[in-house]
């Protein structure tokens, strides 16, 4: 594997080529990579043949954007206490603790001012201000073009948000607003809570 990712530039394209959310992305991060380093290219094209290693085939009705399995390593770690209990105490310990869990956080939510969860809320602000300076142009009922400007040369993404879909494909994918999404629904003056996912909110 040093052989393969010798260089650290090289790792960071191959972890950005693991998270992008569009075709478009993709096909360039691979370009970068066959260029620096055709055994890389070549390893990558052979072995991952067939699996979907690439946030942008990603199935668009899983809704998740997680590119790695800390939930589950999580989740193991919490669970360390009963692993050696018999099986029904086991699901006893982990139902009860589950239980306290819920609670807390239904108590949690009772106090929160906004709608949207916290962790969301600062997310799609950070979303938000990535399209502070995009293009937006409408062509009537709620569909619009968004020109992104991060790109060189810019490119244009097609918005719906009938339909809740973006060409960058992260909508889709998350089921939270992208930065295009977020710019269109501002130019619409609409209410960024409509389009979020009920299991978001308080």
Same mark, same amino acid.
């Given at each position: 594997?040093?052989?393969?990712?010798?260089?650290?530039?090289?790792?960071?394209?191959?972890?950005?080529?693991? *998270?992008? !959310?569009?075709?478009?992305? #993709?096909? $360039?991060?691979?370009?970068?990579? @066959? &260029?620096?380093?055709?055994?890389?290219?070549?390893?990558?094209?052979?072995?991952?043949?067939?699996?979907?290693?690439?946030?942008?085939?990603?199935?668009?009705?899983?809704?998740?954007?997680?590119?790695?399995?800390?939930?589950?390593?999580?989740?193991?770690?919490?669970?360390?206490?009963?692993?050696?209990?018999?099986?029904?105490?086991?699901?006893?310990?982990?139902?009860?603790?589950?239980?306290?869990?819920?609670?807390?956080?239904?108590?949690?939510?009772?106090?929160?001012? *906004?709608? !949207?969860?916290?962790?969301? #809320?600062? $997310?799609?602000?950070?979303?938000? @201000? &990535?399209?502070?300076?995009?293009?937006?142009?409408?062509?009537?009922?709620?569909?619009?073009?968004?020109?992104?400007?991060?790109?060189?040369?810019?490119?244009?993404?097609?918005?719906?948000?009938?339909?809740?879909?973006?060409?960058?494909?992260?909508?889709?994918?998350?089921?939270?607003?992208?930065?295009?999404?977020?710019?269109?629904?501002?130019?619409?003056?609409?209410?960024?809570?409509?389009?979020?996912?009920?299991?978001?909110?308080?």
């Amino acid at each position: 594997m040093k052989y393969l990712f010798g260089f650290h530039n090289l790792m960071g394209v191959t972890t950005f080529e693991v *998270k992008v !959310i569009n075709k478009h992305d #993709y096909e $360039e991060a691979m370009a970068q990579i @066959k &260029k620096e380093k055709l055994a890389t290219y070549n390893w990558l094209e052979r072995e991952l043949q067939g699996y979907t290693w690439s946030m942008h085939t990603y199935d668009r009705n899983c809704k998740v954007e997680r590119t790695d399995n800390n939930a589950s390593e999580c989740f193991n770690s919490w669970i360390l206490p009963y692993r050696d209990m018999p099986a029904l105490s086991k699901l006893e310990e982990i139902r009860c603790r589950l239980m306290k869990r819920f609670t807390k956080r239904r108590n949690e939510g009772n106090t929160l001012q *906004k709608t !949207i969860a916290p962790r969301i #809320y600062k $997310e799609l602000d950070q979303t938000f @201000k &990535k399209g502070e300076k995009m293009i937006v142009q409408s062509s009537g009922d709620l569909n619009f073009q968004v020109m992104d400007k991060s790109y060189y040369p810019a490119m244009r993404f097609i918005v719906k948000l009938e339909d809740k879909t973006c060409d960058c494909g992260y909508w889709e994918i998350a089921d939270l607003p992208c930065s295009h999404v977020m710019v269109a629904i501002r130019y619409a003056r609409d209410e960024i809570e409509e389009d979020i996912p009920f299991c978001f909110t308080k």
